[in-house]
């Protein structure tokens, strides 16, 4: 688009949208802002989304100019679609966090019931933007959310852009039979699209039969789009019809072809300045070049792939690139580069892992955060009401007590003493709301010391084990490592493996109970069996440092939830073996009386009584050294203590220095055996 025809564009859009502001500020009622104020607030945002594609500087000017305005004269929705251009030109820019908590704080200064379309488009940006970062399972939520939204509203251009964004979520996911689905659907619903319309359906079928391996149904229609008149379509959607094109001629073996496409796609996506978009073009021709062993063409499409990515900052698109220029770089013979080019492979997918994981837990502790915020604001909103209804109710006194002068003193006093008990209820309930508030607060920072000890352990217990693992692998298939070397390595390495397993398994059983709706499923088993199943798995471990372990009582039923008795008891025949002296012997009690209680007791080294109660306190993480050196997170303890509160029990310890400990819970017997 020229910038002549743009700014015709602009014009019109501006002519027609005064004309609309300008008939409903005739009947507007007061809100807080007058009809002036909204006018100039939504011709900055007509101004600034003009922009959209053609200057981000100048999108970001008129957009902040429009936030300040509206912010002053309390103008919501001019605020939002402002904030939302905003949080735009920063998902241009790659600033993905800024952006996010831009969107959250409007959401809390929004009013659910009265601001729904404004919730709506709030929450397809958070999709959007969490989506364009690369983290397509976030962003999900937040669209299916706002579509559900636009649907009740019959907003038909907000549902079509929720849509589309859905089935490229679903895309991005290797979904291709969701994302069909999806498109299919719009197509269904709009029997007369518009030229942006079109190019979605058109492309985007392209993409999901491609991804579905039907190659010759995305050739066709690939090819229909590319046959439709200009004026027809969104000339964009030509660079990523082309690309998808020039997959279909790789796996046709037309090279020719292929090249030919991919070139295509490129110089479109130049002509927009679409950068990122080049990634995967400039990538299909280096692999492309690689199996012609074509290595200049190759290396030099890898690295233009690669220079891309990084400027963009988006990370999936590093891994890609970085992939492809290994290959081109091994098939060459430059092992040395190959070997760096690795490393910063390895960087960039640790960095991936760590993103979305920190994305995922970011968004949850911004949702949580803005929960608790909102709770927040709702609490001083009420405290606000209370004082006001106070205010009113002294006011209403004063009026009755001048009108009612010539009363009688008695019921002078009466009303007195009723403003004085409204007074101690208003006092009461405020106080009431500041514990309340009090709670929260405690509440959202043991929840921080948990998160922070939980990334602590991921960042530490795990990461260190499996790098090794990896080097040891790395060495094996590179030849480096001698048979000798082996010998000495292995065994540490098989027992740092075993540790980090039950790290793992601990990390994430503890983690999906924590989870909202996780349901107990409480069910009648037998103990005695589960025990025995449990000393089996450990078999290894208890051979491992020549540990006996006997087990006393009979077969006996109880009613508990068996997944997390198992964990627990898992965790503790562990905790066991790791202090129990090799050549010692663990034993197991199964009692019954009105309950069923279970011991589990070693004569390993022992604890103080100060240990025992550190131990038991739920607030804390600790682990110690085990016999033979053997490390831990302190994670098991603290999931026993957890799972067996769910369960209707307590961990009890008892222990002596050098003579052994035993950790003990007792549970609900069955009603019947079954």
Same mark, same amino acid.
Request: proline share 1%; net charge negative.
């Given at each position: 688009?020229? $910038?002549?025809?743009?700014?015709?564009?602009?014009?019109?859009?501006?002519?027609?949208?005064?004309?609309?502001?300008?008939?409903?500020?005739?009947?507007?009622?007061?809100?807080?802002?007058?009809?002036?104020?909204?006018?100039?607030?939504?011709?900055?945002?007509?101004?600034?989304?003009?922009?959209?594609?053609?200057?981000?500087?100048?999108?970001?000017?008129?957009?902040?100019?429009?936030?300040?305005?509206?912010? %002053?004269?309390?103008?919501?929705?001019? %605020?939002?679609?402002?904030?939302? #251009?905003?949080?735009?030109?920063?998902?241009?820019?790659?600033?993905?966090?800024?952006?996010?908590?831009? $969107?959250?704080?409007?959401?809390?200064?929004?009013?659910?019931?009265?601001?729904?379309?404004?919730?709506?488009?709030?929450?397809?940006?958070?999709?959007?933007?969490?989506?364009?970062? &690369?983290?397509?399972?976030?962003?999900? =939520?937040?669209?299916?959310?706002?579509? /559900?939204?636009?649907?009740?509203?019959?907003?038909?251009?907000?549902?079509?852009?929720?849509?589309?964004?859905?089935?490229?979520?679903?895309?991005?996911?290797?979904?291709?039979?969701?994302?069909?689905?999806?498109?299919?659907?719009?197509?269904? %619903?709009?029997?007369?699209?518009?030229?942006?319309?079109?190019?979605?359906?058109?492309?985007?079928?392209?993409?999901?039969?491609?991804?579905?391996?039907?190659?010759?149904?995305?050739?066709?229609?690939?090819?229909?789009?590319?046959?439709? =008149?200009?004026?027809?379509?969104?000339?964009?959607?030509?660079?990523?019809?082309?690309?998808?094109?020039?997959?279909?001629?790789?796996?046709?073996?037309?090279?020719?072809?292929?090249?030919?496409?991919?070139?295509?796609?490129?110089?479109?996506?130049?002509?927009? %300045?679409?950068? =990122?978009?080049?990634?995967?073009?400039?990538? &299909?021709?280096?692999?492309?070049?690689?199996?012609?062993?074509?290595?200049?063409?190759?290396?030099?499409?890898?690295?233009? /792939?690669?220079?891309?990515?990084?400027?963009?900052?988006?990370?999936?698109? @590093?891994?890609?690139? #970085?992939?492809?220029?290994?290959?081109?770089?091994?098939?060459?013979?430059?092992?040395?580069?190959?070997?760096?080019?690795?490393?910063?492979?390895?960087?960039?997918?640790?960095?991936?892992?760590?993103?979305?994981?920190?994305?995922?837990?970011?968004?949850?502790?911004?949702?949580?955060?803005?929960? @608790?915020?909102?709770?927040? *604001?709702?609490?001083?909103?009420?405290?606000?009401?209370?004082?006001?209804?106070?205010?009113?109710?002294?006011?209403?006194?004063?009026?009755?007590?001048?009108?009612?002068?010539? *009363?009688?003193?008695?019921?002078? $006093?009466?009303?007195?003493?009723?403003?004085?008990?409204?007074?101690?209820?208003?006092?009461?309930?405020?106080?009431?709301?500041?514990?309340?508030?009090?709670?929260?607060?405690?509440?959202?920072?043991?929840?921080?010391?948990?998160?922070?000890? $939980?990334?602590?352990?991921?960042?530490?217990?795990?990461?260190?084990?499996?790098?090794?693992?990896?080097?040891?692998?790395?060495?094996?298939?590179?030849?480096?490592?001698?048979?000798?070397?082996?010998?000495?390595?292995?065994?540490?390495?098989?027992?740092?493996?075993?540790?980090?397993?039950?790290?793992?398994?601990?990390?994430?059983?503890?983690?999906?109970?924590?989870?909202?709706?996780?349901? #107990?499923?409480?069910?009648?088993?037998?103990?005695?069996?589960?025990? #025995?199943?449990?000393?089996?798995? /450990?078999?290894?471990?208890?051979?491992?440092?020549?540990?006996?372990?006997?087990?006393?009582?009979?077969?006996?039923?109880?009613?508990?939830?068996?997944?997390?008795?198992?964990?627990?008891?898992?965790?503790?025949?562990?905790?066991?073996?790791?202090?129990?002296? =090799?050549?010692?012997?663990?034993?197991?009690?199964?009692?019954?009386?009105?309950?069923?209680?279970?011991?589990?007791?070693?004569?390993?080294? &022992?604890?103080?009584?100060?240990?025992?109660?550190?131990?038991?306190?739920?607030?804390?993480?600790?682990?110690?050294? &085990?016999?033979?050196?053997?490390?831990?997170?302190?994670?098991?303890?603290?999931?026993?203590?957890?799972?067996?509160?769910?369960?209707?029990?307590?961990?009890?310890?008892?222990?002596? *220095?050098?003579?052994?400990?035993?950790?003990?819970?007792?549970?609900?017997?069955?009603?019947?055996?079954?």
């Amino acid at each position: 688009m020229s $910038l002549k025809k743009a700014a015709d564009f602009f014009l019109l859009f501006v002519l027609l949208f005064f004309t609309q502001r300008i008939a409903l500020a005739q009947s507007q009622e007061n809100n807080g802002y007058s009809a002036d104020d909204a006018i100039l607030v939504d011709s900055l945002n007509a101004r600034a989304l003009a922009f959209r594609y053609l200057d981000l500087d100048s999108l970001s000017f008129f957009a902040k100019k429009s936030y300040k305005l509206a912010e %002053k004269n309390n103008y919501i929705s001019g %605020k939002v679609i402002a904030a939302r #251009l905003i949080a735009v030109e920063l998902m241009y820019n790659v600033q993905f966090s800024e952006g996010i908590d831009l $969107l959250f704080k409007e959401k809390l200064d929004l009013d659910t019931v009265n601001y729904i379309r404004e919730n709506a488009i709030i929450d397809y940006n958070l999709g959007l933007i969490y989506s364009a970062s &690369g983290n397509y399972k976030a962003g999900l =939520p937040y669209l299916n959310k706002s579509l /559900a939204r636009f649907r009740d509203l019959q907003d038909e251009d907000n549902l079509f852009q929720c849509l589309n964004n859905i089935g490229v979520c679903y895309i991005r996911l290797n979904e291709f039979d969701k994302a069909l689905e999806i498109f299919k659907e719009i197509d269904r %619903k709009y029997t007369e699209p518009s030229a942006g319309l079109i190019t979605t359906l058109m492309v985007n079928y392209g993409y999901c039969y491609y991804g579905l391996e039907k190659y010759d149904s995305a050739k066709l229609v690939l090819n229909e789009f590319f046959s439709m =008149p200009k004026d027809s379509i969104d000339e964009r959607g030509y660079g990523f019809a082309h690309f998808k094109l020039g997959e279909v001629y790789v796996k046709e073996n037309n090279p020719k072809e292929a090249i030919k496409s991919f070139e295509s796609s490129i110089a479109i996506f130049d002509k927009f %300045k679409t950068h =990122p978009d080049k990634v995967e073009a400039y990538n &299909g021709l280096a692999e492309l070049y690689l199996s012609q062993r074509n290595y200049t063409n190759a290396i030099r499409n890898a690295n233009d /792939a690669y220079r891309i990515a990084l400027e963009s900052g988006i990370l999936p698109f @590093q891994k890609t690139s #970085l992939e492809t220029r290994y290959q081109i770089l091994k098939a060459q013979g430059k092992f040395e580069e190959a070997l760096r080019v690795i490393e910063d492979y390895k960087s960039v997918s640790d960095s991936l892992v760590e993103t979305q994981q920190s994305a995922e837990m970011g968004r949850i502790t911004a949702q949580y955060e803005f929960n @608790q915020q909102r709770t927040r *604001l709702l609490l001083i909103q009420k405290q606000t009401e209370l004082e006001n209804q106070e205010i009113l109710s002294q006011q209403q006194l004063t009026i009755q007590i001048a009108i009612v002068v010539i *009363l009688s003193i008695i019921i002078l $006093l009466v009303v007195i003493y009723r403003g004085y008990s409204v007074k101690l209820k208003n006092n009461r309930l405020l106080q009431e709301k500041n514990t309340e508030i009090e709670r929260q607060r405690d509440k959202l920072d043991n929840t921080n010391k948990v998160k922070n000890k $939980l990334l602590s352990i991921i960042g530490h217990d795990l990461k260190s084990p499996l790098s090794s693992l990896n080097g040891l692998l790395y060495m094996i298939k590179n030849k480096i490592a001698k048979k000798e070397d082996l010998e000495t390595i292995l065994p540490k390495l098989i027992d740092n493996f075993d540790t980090t397993s039950n790290l793992l398994n601990n990390l994430l059983n503890w983690t999906q109970s924590q989870m909202e709706g996780y349901t #107990l499923e409480f069910t009648s088993f037998d103990i005695h069996q589960v025990i #025995l199943e449990v000393v089996d798995n /450990a078999k290894f471990r208890l051979d491992d440092k020549d540990i006996t372990c006997h087990i006393d009582g009979e077969s006996v039923w109880v009613h508990a939830e068996k997944n997390m008795i198992e964990i627990v008891s898992q965790n503790l025949i562990a905790n066991a073996i790791k202090f129990s002296e =090799p050549g010692s012997s663990i034993n197991i009690k199964i009692e019954v009386s009105n309950e069923v209680c279970l011991s589990f007791s070693d004569s390993g080294v &022992g604890l103080s009584q100060e240990r025992i109660d550190y131990l038991l306190d739920t607030s804390n993480f600790s682990s110690t050294m &085990g016999t033979k050196n053997e490390r831990g997170s302190g994670l098991g303890l603290t999931i026993c203590k957890d799972f067996l509160k769910k369960n209707n029990s307590q961990l009890s310890i008892s222990s002596k *220095l050098n003579a052994g400990s035993t950790f003990s819970f007792c549970l609900n017997p069955a009603t019947t055996e079954k």
